[in-house]
């Protein structure tokens, strides 16, 4: 009696699961693979032979572009953003860089970077890989 009993609550269980499941209604999570590269603000700017902040966010758009997975496209119809600040002293340069994502600003990944202007194109693929990273998405070298 008590095994059936428990067989009969299992089995209710079971149907209550599966017509829950069909009742409720999967909305899938935003497609955090539509990105944006937005001009990265200049910081404490020193002239001299490296990237503006503007100029390297373009170049890093330009790598995000050539990424499988990874689908360009304007600000306001991007789930996700790159924005950044650049640092320049002469060669020597700093850049913070964080993916947000669009709708309610919350960061899903950030990190620093130093270098110098000669390693910028290096960096830059640094950088696509680890948003990539972060959005789960598998990336190797972009192509140039």
Same mark, same amino acid.
Do not use: C
């Given at each position: 009696m008590a095994i059936a009993l428990i067989a009969t609550f299992v089995l209710a269980a079971i149907g209550m699961f599966a017509v829950a499941t069909r009742l409720v209604?999967?909305?899938?999570?935003?497609?955090?693979?539509?990105?944006?590269?937005?001009?990265?603000?200049?910081?404490?700017?020193?002239?001299?032979?490296?990237?503006?902040? =503007?100029?390297?966010?373009? &170049?890093?758009?330009?790598? /995000?572009?050539?990424?499988?997975? *990874? !689908?360009?496209? +304007?600000? @306001?119809?991007?789930?996700?953003?790159?924005?950044?600040?650049?640092?320049?002293?002469?060669?020597?340069?700093?850049?913070?860089?964080?993916?947000?994502?669009?709708?309610?600003?919350?960061?899903?990944?950030?990190?620093?970077?130093?270098?110098?202007?000669?390693?910028? =194109?290096?960096?830059?693929? &640094?950088?696509?890989?680890? /948003?990539?990273?972060?959005?789960? *998405? !598998?990336?190797? +070298?972009? @192509?140039?």
């Amino acid at each position: 009696m008590a095994i059936a009993l428990i067989a009969t609550f299992v089995l209710a269980a079971i149907g209550m699961f599966a017509v829950a499941t069909r009742l409720v209604k999967r909305s899938p999570g935003p497609d955090v693979s539509t990105i944006a590269v937005v001009p990265f603000s200049d910081v404490n700017v020193i002239p001299g032979n490296a990237p503006s902040g =503007a100029q390297f966010a373009l &170049q890093l758009a330009d790598a /995000v572009s050539k990424t499988p997975g *990874l !689908h360009l496209t +304007p600000a @306001p119809k991007a789930a996700t953003l790159i924005e950044g600040s650049m640092q320049t002293s002469g060669e020597r340069m700093r850049t913070a860089v964080w993916l947000v994502r669009a709708s309610d600003r919350r960061a899903l990944w950030s990190e620093r970077y130093e270098f110098t202007a000669k390693d910028a =194109a290096a960096v830059q693929d &640094q950088i696509v890989r680890g /948003v990539a990273n972060a959005l789960h *998405l !598998h990336a190797g +070298p972009t @192509p140039r």
